[in-house]
């Protein structure tokens, strides 16, 4: 990280954990805001923030405490979520959402060393696991027992060696306060992830390097919160693999979409938006 980061500062108080009952709701705000996001541009990152919601509610709604913990998005195109549910959470002023993707904002499409509202997020997939176990070792070596790191990944960063390495290290150390939370949307750029590379059986592989681990539905609010609750528990590190889909929470977006980068034209913006303001409202 350069000068220019915008780390979350240290030292605030930790704002209350959201309800259980309240996270669908913010889920629902979490897709509308990456909506009218990507509906700028006409095109963009929102099949990431429709699998993501679920998770990115869980993590800035209940277990990321800005100020005492640290939070790594590792693929740097789900940021989109990120900034959402960050300016939900009061970390972002929600106007700043109107300037995404646009020249000169600081809300970058794909999340930089300047990017907000996190502690790091990677260009390059499979690195942030390693940044995270970095964070999490020097938290214990500089006596903050209380400080927790979150990464959150996604399954296509799992065909990288490095993030397998990363596993192996945290491991070893016993890294109890890192938690992961991997989003399974099997969707990459190619295609889908099973059809470029076999990374099942995710939670017995990652169990193999030491880890606890638990596969769940990560578009279940309650199943995700108490996963991750259990993952924070854990006295080693911890993975909760959560299984999504990139068209999850939007009925109107037609049969055959690229989950990975959507296309927003006018008339479909404007369903997606009243359909996901009817479930925000």
């Not at 669908?24 to 963009?44: D, S």
């Not at 790091?120 to 790191?149: E, K, M, N, W, Y």
């Not at 890294?175 to 939670?203: K, R, W, Y």
Request: net charge negative; glycine share 10%.
């Amino acid at each position: 990280m350069n000068s220019l980061h915008e780390s979350p500062p240290r030292g605030l108080p930790p704002g209350p954990p959201l309800p259980v009952a309240q996270l669908a709701g913010l889920a629902a705000r979490i897709r509308l805001h990456a909506v009218r996001m990507v509906a700028a541009h006409g095109l963009g990152y929102l099949g990431q923030a429709l699998s993501s919601a679920e998770g990115f509610a869980v993590l800035y709604g209940r277990c990321y405490r800005p100020g005492a913990d640290r939070i790594v998005v590792s693929p740097g195109h789900y940021i989109i979520a990120a900034f959402a549910a960050a300016a939900e959470r009061g970390l972002l002023d929600e106007d700043d959402l109107r300037t995404y993707g646009h020249n000169g904002s600081r809300l970058e499409a794909i999340g930089t060393e300047r990017s907000p509202a996190v502690d790091l997020t990677c260009g390059s997939l499979g690195q942030g696991l390693s940044a995270a176990v970095g964070f999490a070792l020097a938290d214990r070596i500089q006596g903050r027992p209380d400080a927790r790191t979150f990464a959150f990944l996604s399954d296509g960063e799992l065909e990288e060696g490095q993030l397998w390495e990363a596993a192996m290290f945290a491991d070893h150390h016993r890294l109890g306060n890192l938690a992961v939370l991997l989003d399974a949307n099997n969707s990459q750029v190619d295609g889908p992830v099973a059809d470029i590379t076999t990374i099942e059986p995710i939670a017995e592989k990652w169990r193999s390097f030491g880890w606890n681990a638990r596969d769940v539905d990560g578009h279940d609010p309650a199943v995700l919160a108490d996963a991750m609750d259990r993952a924070i528990a854990a006295d080693r590190p911890a993975v909760v693999i959560a299984r999504t889909s990139t068209r999850h929470g939007l009925a109107c977006l037609p049969d055959g979409v690229d989950g990975h980068f959507i296309k927003l034209p006018p008339d479909l913006a404007e369903q997606a938006t009243a359909e996901l303001e009817a479930l925000s409202a």
